[in-house]
């Protein structure tokens, strides 16, 4: 983080300059406001002494009175000068302390994001590479073969295909990543959740009914304010992850009901659950629980309960799980209402 380093050191370059700048004007204002009064002091009394009659004779003695007088006006302004210049170094190295530390508190935040951003690259190109290593490595032991018979040849083809299939979820789970990322504001308006639950079940509707899971819907007639494509999309995230870790034969539920200011949609199974100790990674890009055993059962990179926060985050939701392993789990997202059943409108004739 050699750029961060050198941005620390100039912003708090930057920040003892005005500091500094600031401590000197005060500086040059306290000297001057206080060697004019010390000056105006020394007139005065000057004056005072001049106006005396003095005995004759004794003129050198109100001289020498006279002198000593600017003698201590000097080492009055040569004593506030050196207290000045101390505040100043006083300044100079508790300003530069605290301009390091403000410097590095302005940069905490960019920090973060960069390494944020670094571990999604490396984690990225690791899941990328991963594939094409598998790919490239079948391809030369097949090239390294004297004989490659048909059926080797369609066993190395259909493993290739699997593994362009890994890369092909994979970029598209990047490229929902991306899109995720910001919320178009021509596309919010208000969304009947009933609707929303349909149009994200119908995206699971072969996916199904090869599992044979039993699906239960409970929803009312409230509405929430969002990007519909988007609300659609984290809620099939859920659903997704509901079926991909639920036994056959078991239950999903997908509810959404109005509670005061807020929706609340769930998406109950009676899967595989999560441990508790990795519940609070699970929203992190590329993290997967209990990593060989998903990585070998059920596909999937880790991106979707992430673009799943992300979706409500710009929402202004919340989303949230409660899971007991080998009992299920249940995802609550909370979003902020528009409409809810008993706020429509009621005529009487
Ligand atoms: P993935 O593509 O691995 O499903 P997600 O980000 O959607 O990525 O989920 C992250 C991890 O959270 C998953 O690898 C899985 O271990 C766990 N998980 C998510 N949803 C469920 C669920 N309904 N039941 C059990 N585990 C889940």
Known sequence: MRLIQSAVFRLTLWYLGIIMVL???????????STGQMDNNFNNQRDAIERLPVPIGLESRRD??????????????RSLVLRLAALNLLTLVIGGGAAYWLARRTLEPIENAMEAQGRFTADASHELRTPLTAMRSEIEVALRAHHLSAADARTLLSS?????????????????LAR???????????????????????RFQAQLSGHHINLEVDAD???????????????????????KYS????????????????????????????????????????????????????????LGLSIAKR????????????????????????????QTPAQHPVFRF
Request: glycine share 6%; net charge negative.
């Open 221 to 243: 007639d409230s509405s929430v304010e969002g990007d519909a494509a988007s609300l659609t999309e984290l809620l099939a995230i859920l659903l997704d992850n509901a079926i």
């Open 23 to 33: 401590s000197l004007v005060f500086s040059v204002a306290l000297f001057r406001v």
């Open 64 to 77: 020498d009175y006279i002198q000593a007088l600017a003698d201590e006006l000097g080492d009055a302004r």
């Open 160 to 176: 290739n295909l699997e593994e362009i299939a890994k890369l092909e979820a994979l970029s598209a789970g990047l490229l929902r």
């Open 311 to 338: 979706i409500a985050d710009l929402h202004h939701g919340a989303i949230t799980v409660e899971s007991s392993p080998g009992r299920g789990s249940v995802f609550r997202v909370k979003l902020p209402v528009t």
């Open 247 to 302: 036994p056959e034969k078991s239950t999903v539920t997908i509810s959404g009901h109005a509670s005061g200011q807020s929706v609340n949609l769930a998406v109950a199974d009676q899967g595989a659950g999560i441990n508790a100790s990795d519940i609070p990674h699970i929203f992190e890009r590329f993290y997967r629980a209990d990593r060989s055993r998903s990585k070998e059962q059920v596909s999937g990179y880790g």
């Open 180 to 202: 995720s990322d910001q919320l178009d504001p021509t596309a919010v308006a208000p969304v009947p959740v009933r609707q929303l639950i349909e149009t994200a079940i119908d």
